[in-house]
Nanobody
Framework: QVQLVESGGGLVQAGGSLTLSCTVS????????MGWFRQAPGKEREFVAA????????NYTDSVKGRYTISRDNAKNTAYLQMNDLKPEDTAIYYC???????????????????WGRGTQVTVSS
C-alpha cells in the first residue's frame, strides 16, 4: 500500500512563506507524477500544482502562479511545495497526491491521481 505523508503546514502571517513536503513510501517514487490540492472550509477541493516524473513539466492554478513552486527529489522520495507571499485566502488543508498515469505529465484533475495523503493544515492570518 502506497502511503503519502505531508508535513510542513502551520500558522503564518500574510506575506510569509511555508514549504510543504510530501514523502512517499514507495521506492518507485520516480514513476509517479505528483500533485498538490487544497480544500478551504466550506469549499470543494481544488488543484494547486503538479509536476511530472522528470520535473520537466509543471502546472499551477492561476491564483498561485508566481508565488508557489512545486518540485521533487526522486532520491528522497519527496515532493515539495514552496509557498511564498501567502495570503489569507490560501488557508486550507493541503493534500499531496500521486499519479501512476501512463503519460509523464503534470496532471491537473483529481481523477488522474491514484493515491492521496491525509493533508496538512495551512493557516494564513491577516
Amino acid at each position: 500500500q502506497v502511503q503519502l505523508v505531508e508535513s510542513g503546514g502551520g500558522l503564518v502571517q500574510a506575506g510569509g512563506s511555508l514549504t510543504l513536503s510530501c514523502t512517499v513510501s514507495e521506492r518507485t517514487f520516480n514513476t509517479y507524477c505528483m500533485g498538490w490540492f487544497r480544500q478551504a472550509p466550506g469549499k470543494e477541493r481544488e488543484f494547486v500544482a503538479a509536476i511530472n516524473r522528470r520535473s520537466s513539466i509543471t502546472n499551477y492554478t492561476d491564483s498561485v502562479k508566481g508565488r508557489y513552486t512545486i518540485s521533487r527529489d526522486n532520491a528522497k522520495n519527496t515532493a515539495y511545495l514552496q509557498m511564498n507571499d501567502l495570503k489569507p485566502e490560501d488557508t486550507a488543508i493541503y493534500y499531496c497526491a500521486a499519479s501512476y498515469g501512463v503519460t509523464d505529465t503534470a496532471y491537473v484533475y483529481e481523477v488522474h491521481y491514484d493515491y492521496w495523503g491525509r493533508g496538512t493544515q495551512v493557516t494564513v492570518s491577516s
